[in-house]
């Protein structure tokens, strides 16, 4: 039997401490000892009527309070415990999901900043006096039209797809740019999940290790990588005009755990149609020719 001396090679190895490669390449956030810039709750322009008697034919003064009040501040104040004092706590929720959407050391910071952006976009739709799509004036009726045939088709259909939708979440309205497609659309998305296609990315194809070199200078989650290309495989420019929450906080004081159809048909009548118009691009209003239902 031979017997081989242990190999100092070996040796040395061994007394190195080891660190495990994945994390050699996690993202850090840099120690700030500054403290941090609140990101204050936005001041929604009927805020103080809202607060006094709700919104009308939706939700009580109470529920208000509840569903943007008190849980928007919740959100907020988590994402800037979150930011700690970077100086990303100076951009917009929107700026904040889109930038941090491929981060996936940062989750918490873009699910927190994309739930701020949606909830806000929510009660923003709302008013004491909300104007009806058929009063106003400009294409965004006929464009819809164009692509729903009916606007009892586009009611149904984004109701429907909004009781459907067992886990919490979003359902929007949103106009696309894509030539050839229909003009409207209708999206969902999940728990707190942004509309727009920019954060895409949050869904990596594969996680790292499982395809060559993921994490190398070049590869798709280097910094170099993740500049390459804004908008996923597939992706296309949409801009959200409208959408519902059917998180349970939202409804579930004025409606009780049973009444989300009862929720989502009177926030249909709620909708301030004249907020839709205004985000509106206006080249998306005079595409009123093309046909097709609009559901993703």
């Known amino acids: 039997m031979i017997t081989r001396p242990p190999s100092a090679r070996l040796g040395s190895l061994a007394s190195k401490p080891w660190t495990c490669p994945s994390c050699a390449h996690q993202t850090r956030r840099p120690f700030s000892t500054t403290p ?68 996936p050391q940062s989750a918490s910071i873009f699910n ?33 039209l164009g692509t729903f045939g009916s606007l009892e088709t586009l009611r149904q259909t984004m109701l429907d797809t909004a009781e459907s939708l067992f886990a919490p979440g979003f359902v929007w309205l949103v106009c696309t740019s894509a030539p050839g497609q229909p003009t409207w659309r209708i999206l969902t998305t999940y728990a707190a999940g942004p509309p727009f296609p920019e954060a895409g990315y949050r869904l990596q194809p594969s996680a790292p290790g499982t395809s060559p ?17 804004k908008f996923p495989v597939g992706g296309t420019e949409v801009m959200p005009v409208l959408c519902v929450n059917t998180w349970e906080h939202a409804y579930i004081y004025d409606f009780g755990v049973d009444g989300k159809r009862k929720y989502l048909g009177d926030w249909w009548e709620a909708i301030d149609w004249h907020a839709a118009d205004g985000r509106t691009p206006e080249r998306d209003k005079s595409r009123g020719a093309l046909r097709g239902l609009g559901r993703a």
């Open 36 to 103: 941090p810039s609140r990101i204050e709750v936005p001041r929604l322009t009927l805020h103080n009527a809202f607060t006094t008697s709700g919104v009308p034919g939706l939700f009580s003064a109470t529920g208000y309070k509840l569903g943007w009040t008190t849980y928007q501040t919740h959100i907020l104040t988590k994402l800037t415990s979150l930011l700690a004092g970077d100086p990303d706590s100076n951009l917009s929720p929107k700026s904040l999901l889109i930038k941090y959407a491929r981060d």
């Open 213 to 229: 070199n993921p994490l190398g200078s070049f590869g798709p989650l280097s910094k170099a990588g993740q500049n390459v290309n």
């Open 112 to 144: 927190h900043a994309s739930m701020a952006f949606n909830n806000h976009f929510f009660y923003q739709s709302l008013s004491t006096a909300p104007l009806p799509l058929s009063k106003l004036s400009g294409g965004l009726e006929s464009s819809l």
